[in-house]
Structure formats: C-alpha cells, structure tokens
C-alpha cells in the first residue's frame, strides 16, 4: 500500500518568513495530494490540493508543488502569520483509494 | 460548520465500558473513514465505509467495531474501554473515495478515567 512520509516534525519560522514542509510518496500511481491544516483541538480542514496532471498550485500565500519523478510534494507558506501555527498533514492517494495521510508537521510562527 | 456531523463532542467514561461514536456524512457523501488521534499524535486510521460496505481496515482494536446504516450514517463502538483509549475520534466523509478529499467532522473527546 501506499506510504507516506512528511519533514520535518516540527518546524519553527520568524513571522514573515516563508515555511516548507515536504512529503514523500511511495505508490507512482498516486494521483492526488492534499494539505490539511489542524489548529489545536480543531478539525483537519483542507487547505489546498494538487493532482498528478499539475506540477504547482498557488492560493494567496499558500502554494503547492509536485515532482512526480522524485515522487514527492512540498507546501510553501510565505510571508507567515501568527495564525498560520498549527500541525500540517500531507497525503496521497489513487483513484478509488483513501487518503493515507503523512505524520504531520507542528509550524510554530515565532513573533 | 463542515457538513460532517459528530456525536457527542464530549464522553467521560471509566476502564471497562462501551460506548458509541456517531457520526452523519455530509449531504451526498458515500464513503464515511474513521480515525483515532492521541495527545500530539498523527491520525491513526481505523476503519472506512463506502455505501454500507466495509471498504478498508486499519489498526482498529478487536475491542472496536463500526457499521454504516442504510441512511449512511455510521457508528464507532468501543469496548472494554482502557485508560490508553482515552483521544479524540474523527470521522471524516467524501463523495467515493480520497481522491476528492475528506471533510472532517468536530471530532469527539473521549476520555477514559
């Protein structure tokens, strides 16, 4: 089955500064990757997503990335805010497939 | 308010009892997923649904079993309940499968004292 793995762990940035999280993917016929966003106690919502057909996604200061030779996939935040610290999950899956999500990664934006 | 409905949100109970997790896809969403998240841990799956079908197991305990009802709304039963049970329980639906991304409901709180 598919497997993904997400770096780094935790990950701490200035206010200001941009954030990237990456993930690896082991199944090539993943197809779909997307980004979840977890503020504590709350609900993983879906923040952006990207199919196999594009290689980069871009949604105001949030922007996705996809090598599907490398099979791997990066979020990048830019100019972070305090209201961007939260956990982040990855995930890939293949058409009729569930979603298998990475391990996730805690973004602190420092002030 | 993501559709995706969740009860109860709260649920103290002690080591040894059973209770039941409920949860109401969103309007048109057929697939219905289950996931377990401990203190500051990932999201374990546990158990996904498509139609009343089971569709996919996880790491879900001999303890804990779940249907999908006619009307799609779906179930989570732990049992014989154990201080490490204690997390909180996602449900999570989608049309078919995860290629069009899971909504996640609240979540319930449960706590094993």
């Known amino acids: 089955g598919e497997n993904v793995e997400q770096h780094p762990s935790t990950l701490s940035v200035q206010e200001g500064d941009s954030a990237v999280i990456k993930c690896t993917y082991s199944d090539s016929a993943s197809n779909y990757f997307p980004w979840y966003k977890q503020e504590l106690g709350k609900r993983p919502q879906l923040i952006i997503d990207i199919r196999s057909n594009v290689g980069e996604k871009k949604d105001q200061r949030i922007a996705v990335t996809l090598n599907k030779t490398a099979k791997h996939f990066s979020l990048h935040i830019t100019e972070t805010q305090p209201e961007d610290s939260a956990v982040y999950f990855c995930?890939?899956?293949?058409?009729?497939?569930?979603?298998?999500f990475g391990t996730g990664t805690r973004l602190t934006i420092i002030p | 308010d993501s559709g995706v409905t969740q009860t109860p949100k709260h649920l103290i109970t002690a080591t040894g009892q059973r209770v039941t997790l409920r949860c109401s896809p969103r309007?048109?969403?057929?697939?219905v997923y289950w996931y377990q998240q401990s203190l500051d841990q990932g999201l374990q799956f546990l158990i996904q649904y498509y139609n009343g079908e089971e569709r996919a197991k996880g790491n879900i305990l001999e303890r804990f079993s779940a249907q999908q009802f006619p009307d799609l709304h779906s179930e989570l039963n732990l049992s014989s309940l154990e201080l490490g049970d204690s997390a909180l329980y996602f449900c999570?639906?989608?049309?078919?499968?995860?290629?069009?991304?899971?909504?996640f409901g609240s979540g319930t709180r449960l706590t094993v004292v």
């Open positions: 995930a890939a899956s293949f058409g009729n497939e569930k979603l298998t």
């Open positions: 309007s048109g969403d057929l697939s």
């Open positions: 999570a639906s989608s049309v078919i499968a995860g290629n069009n991304g899971y909504t």
